[in-house]
């Protein structure tokens, strides 16, 4: 697909070296679908991913199905990836109890998934963010206890749909309660896209003001208003060196009617390997399996770069 020496590497100064990508298609992506996926494409997809050289690939979320039927099969599916390394697969356990489920699969990395909102806590866990945060707080500790790796998503990090711009200290807040429970990473969303560079660096300034280490920071942005790459290259900018993206630009916010899809995995790489930033992702192999996702899905991707590249055909 990708026509040889394309993109031209060009490094800018200051930047990372190498990025890990947090690919989060098949789970993010995958549980905004009106139909659901069956289990054996879900899985061939996460195999794919893997196989493109994605060093972590987000599998599947624990939650009671009736909030998410689109990812009920979490028991069925995760048992289909055991040639993967499970340090390689994340999932999202919004309490004990999916906890316990993810636990008995073998799951080695797990995330909870908090606001720095109110509106949005409640609209997504029926909770205020401080109840939400005593939800979480044995099933980090838990977690921890058994040796499992805990990421903290913190969701409307720049803006809210109901209650507008939010305060860079209001996020600042929750996200060293998070850590202060014992998470080992934090991913920022910019759920509804509403992010600008200037924004995000003042955050991340804010952040590290507040004692929390951008080597502990990911971020994770929706491409509404086509600032998702903007917003990126201004966290790598700061020393992010994790950046969350969804394969074929899959996803959106079921909670957020304005909101679009994730960063499109392709685009994020394209730009990384342009400026000499290692991956460990093979383009090629990531576009093919996120054009066989479009098929399956019925729809084309609305990954630029995606476009481009199958254009070259």
Same mark, same amino acid.
């Given at each position: 697909?990708?026509?040889?020496?394309?993109?031209?590497?060009?490094?800018?100064?200051?930047?990372?070296?190498?990025?890990?990508?947090?690919?989060?298609?098949?789970?993010?992506?995958?549980?905004?679908?009106?139909?659901?996926?069956?289990?054996?494409?879900?899985?061939?997809?996460?195999?794919?991913?893997?196989?493109?050289?994605?060093?972590?690939?987000?599998?599947?979320?624990?939650?009671?199905?009736?909030?998410? +039927?689109?990812?009920?099969?979490?028991?069925?599916?995760?048992?289909?990836?055991?040639?993967?390394?499970?340090?390689?697969?994340?999932? =999202?356990?919004?309490?004990?109890?999916?906890?316990?489920?993810?636990?008995?699969?073998?799951?080695?990395?797990?995330?909870?998934?908090?606001?720095?909102?109110?509106?949005?806590?409640?609209?997504?866990?029926?909770?205020?963010? *401080?109840?939400?945060?005593?939800?979480?707080?044995?099933?980090?500790?838990?977690?921890? *206890?058994?040796?499992?790796?805990?990421?903290?998503?913190?969701?409307?990090?720049?803006?809210?749909?109901?209650?507008? +711009?939010?305060?860079?200290?209001?996020?600042?807040?929750?996200?060293?309660?998070? =850590?202060?429970?014992?998470?080992?990473?934090?991913?920022?969303? *910019?759920?509804? !896209?509403?992010?600008?560079?200037?924004? @995000?660096?003042? =955050?991340?300034?804010?952040?590290?003001?507040? !004692?929390?280490?951008?080597?502990?920071?990911?971020?994770?942005?929706?491409?509404?208003?086509?600032?998702?790459?903007?917003?990126?290259?201004?966290? =790598?900018?700061?020393?992010?060196?994790?950046?969350?993206?969804?394969?074929?630009?899959?996803?959106?916010? +079921?909670?957020?009617? &304005?909101?679009? !899809?994730?960063?499109?995995?392709? *685009?994020?790489?394209?730009?990384?390997?342009?400026?000499?930033?290692?991956?460990?992702?093979?383009?090629?192999?990531?576009?093919?399996?996120? @054009?066989?996702?479009?098929?399956?899905?019925?729809?084309? &991707? +609305?990954?630029?770069?995606?476009?481009?590249? &199958?254009?070259?055909?």
């Amino acid at each position: 697909m990708t026509a040889a020496g394309l993109p031209m590497e060009v490094t800018a100064e200051g930047l990372p070296t190498r990025v890990r990508i947090h690919e989060v298609g098949a789970r993010d992506g995958l549980q905004n679908e009106q139909t659901v996926v069956p289990t054996e494409i879900k899985a061939e997809f996460i195999r794919r991913l893997a196989g493109a050289g994605l060093p972590t690939v987000e599998a599947t979320s624990f939650v009671h199905p009736k909030w998410v +039927p689109q990812l009920a099969d979490a028991e069925q599916l995760f048992p289909q990836l055991d040639g993967i390394d499970p340090h390689r697969l994340p999932v =999202l356990v919004p309490n004990e109890r999916g906890l316990d489920r993810a636990l008995a699969l073998g799951a080695r990395r797990v995330a909870v998934f908090g606001s720095a909102t109110e509106s949005f806590a409640k609209a997504n866990l029926n909770r205020t963010v *401080d109840e939400a945060l005593a939800m979480f707080a044995p099933v980090v500790a838990r977690a921890k *206890d058994a040796g499992v790796q805990v990421r903290g998503y913190l969701s409307m990090c720049f803006g809210d749909p109901w209650e507008g +711009p939010v305060p860079v200290a209001q996020t600042v807040r929750v996200c060293r309660a998070l =850590l202060d429970l014992g998470c080992d990473e934090l991913s920022l969303g *910019d759920t509804i !896209g509403v992010a600008t560079p200037g924004h @995000v660096q003042t =955050l991340l300034a804010s952040l590290n003001e507040a !004692g929390i280490p951008t080597s502990r920071i990911g971020v994770h942005f929706h491409d509404t208003y086509g600032q998702a790459l903007a917003n990126t290259f201004a966290a =790598l900018q700061h020393g992010v060196t994790t950046i969350d993206a969804s394969a074929g630009g899959l996803g959106g916010c +079921p909670y957020a009617k &304005s909101a679009t !899809g994730n960063l499109a995995t392709e *685009d994020l790489v394209w730009m990384l390997h342009g400026l000499g930033i290692e991956t460990g992702v093979d383009l090629d192999r990531l576009a093919a399996t996120s @054009v066989w996702m479009a098929e399956v899905l019925g729809r084309p &991707s +609305p990954s630029r770069t995606l476009r481009a590249l &199958s254009h070259q055909e």
